[in-house]
């Protein structure tokens, strides 16, 4: 590991200044306070390092500030070791399992972590690049199941993830980990208000579907007539049902209540996953997956 000039010798000492400080990156006050968040693991670690890598090269902010492993660690991860080397303005120490340990926040550490920046992304940035396809999380609490949204919404090639007040902090070291690194890929915007993401979003010709296990329209039904209207057939659906490849803004709720009215009434329309079994319903990570990956296949076989 490429060590910082006036750093020579492994951290062993738990009780460091130093680790204390980025334990306290666990909690949502030292987040706020030091902005920055923890990347725990391989995965996490290597995705925030192609990011900070690639804004480098574009001329533009930091991603990573300090990188903490393990010798374990870099003889199973050799490439780590080279990518410091390309990343201008990152610390990377040495340190004992020990001192792994305290740092980090899960039971059993994977033997790196780094410290990020977090990227204070406001709505109009979002709105720049005109987005087609965009996840909002409305009062979503759990970490991971914001993590695990944020996941599918990159896997689905989607534009952005917002989220509006009352959302858990998706800086979380849970839902970090629960993205897999996918956080280093997407423009998140947090604690924004739910009427003024809509307005804009309508206004650049988005449709706001409320993912509604009551909804009036079924997935099913939308992806048959978009996959119709791709054959040159047709497929006998409601005129006003909306078009799945259209540029959309999907809205899922809170993970006991839902979607509100309030929150339900500012949708164009409400759309319900069917469930062919016995089940009441599905997680909502899983709802926001599947409605996703069908606006998503609509998208880019249209």
């Keep these: 590991m ?31 306070r030091a902005g920055e968040f923890l990347a725990e693991g391989p995965q996490a670690v290597r995705e925030a390092m192609k990011s900070h890598i ?13 990188i903490f492993a393990t010798d ?32 980090a926040d899960t039971v059993t550490p994977q033997g790196i972590v780094a410290t990020c920046v977090i990227p204070e992304t406001e709505l109009e940035q979002i709105l720049a690049a005109k987005p087609a396809l965009v996840a909002v999380l409305c009062r979503v609490q759990d970490p991971g199941n914001a993590g695990t949204i944020l996941r599918a919404a990159d896997a689905a090639g989607a534009d952005a993830l917002i989220l509006t007040g009352g959302s858990v ?33 309508k206004a650049q010709g988005s449709t706001i579907l409320a993912a509604d ?8 039904e939308l992806q048959d007539a978009s996959a119709a209207r791709r054959t040159g057939g047709t497929f006998e659906t409601n005129s006003e049902a909306p078009v799945l490849e259209d540029p959309t803004t999907w809205l899922f709720g809170n ?12 949708a164009d329309h409400r759309v319900a996953v069917p469930l062919y079994g016995i089940a009441e319903s599905l997680n909502v990570s899983t709802a926001a997956t599947v409605c996703l990956y069908a606006s998503a296949r609509a998208q880019r076989r249209k």
């Design 2 to 32: 490429n060590l910082t000039e006036d750093h020579d010798e492994t951290m062993t000492n738990v009780r460091a200044e130093k680790v204390r400080e980025v334990a306290r990156l666990a909690t949502r006050t030292g987040r706020a």
């Design 255 to 266: 993970e006991g209540q839902g979607l509100n009215e309030d929150e339900l009434s500012r």
């Design 213 to 220: 296990g009551y909804g009036a329209a079924d997935l099913d």
């Design 169 to 201: 902090d998706i800086y979380n070291p849970k839902a970090v980990r629960s993205t897999v690194g996918s956080i280093f890929h997407l423009p998140i915007a947090t604690n924004v208000e739910l009427s003024e993401v809509i307005a804009a979003l």
């Design 54 to 66: 690639a804004r480098d090269a574009e001329g533009k902010g930091a991603v990573v500030r300090q």
């Design 72 to 103: 374990d660690c870099l003889d199973k991860y050799p490439e780590f070791e080279e990518m410091v080397a390309k990343a201008p303005g990152v610390r990377a120490r040495l340190v004992s399992p020990e001192v792994l340990a305290a740092m």
